[in-house]
């Protein structure tokens, strides 16, 4: 399933969700102006398990260098499809989580799963020495979020069957559901798949699950509902 769109209109202007993507891009055009040194750029900033797993261990280690990259890597990505794809989810299912949350809480949401999301890989890859990078953890939480604020709503679909395609509306619970079962199974029939590269399908599922439940946290302690007034 390839989302195209949603049939869910926000009621604010997505200020944040436009400045991650524009961020993401510049830093991507970055790294294709590195070259060689692309790949010191992406093990410095990227999260590679061992580092942070043997950070107590390694007496040249700092504090920034070690964990910084739990920042920093959710706006690394390693090529233009890779770029793309996280964008346009983004793009898609962004804009509401930001309209229910706020401009700043959101980011801060953003941000924070971000970090849950590549500490969730480094447990299950606590040995690779394989830089993680890219925003599908994070952007997986805004997934999660929108699963369970929106479950009803309706998204554009494509649907490759064999060599047809199909256009179809399903419900975001389908939709999503639907993807964060693929991201699950994958993870736990390739564990083998961060000593060798490939998807951080772990990421993913840690960030989906961290989304729902930091946005119920933040909804519940920062988001003031409408007061209904009795005359």
Known sequence: MIPIRDRN?????????IGIIIINVFIFLYELSLGSDLTIFVYQYGVVPV????YFQAPDSTLIDTFFPFLSSTF?????????GNMWFL???????E?????IKYLCFYILCGAIASSVHVFFNSESQIPCIGASGAIAAVLGAYMV?????????IIPIFIFIQIIELPAV??????????????TASSTASASGGVAWW???????????????IRILFVRKPVRRRY
């Open 9 to 17: 209109s926000s009621g604010t202007f997505p200020y944040v969700t």
């Open 51 to 54: 580092k942070a797993t043997h």
């Open 99 to 103: 309209d229910r949350l706020g401009h």
């Open 174 to 187: 389908i939709v999503l559901g639907f993807w964060i079962l693929i991201q699950f199974f994958s993870g």
């Open 76 to 84: 690394l990505h390693a090529g233009f499809i890779h770029l793309i």
């Open 91 to 97: 793009w898609i299912f962004g804009d509401n989580i």
């Open 149 to 157: 604020t929106f479950p009803r709503a309706r998204v554009t679909t």
């Open 203 to 217: 990421a993913h599922v840690g960030g989906f699950v961290s989304g729902i439940i930091l946005f119920y946290i």
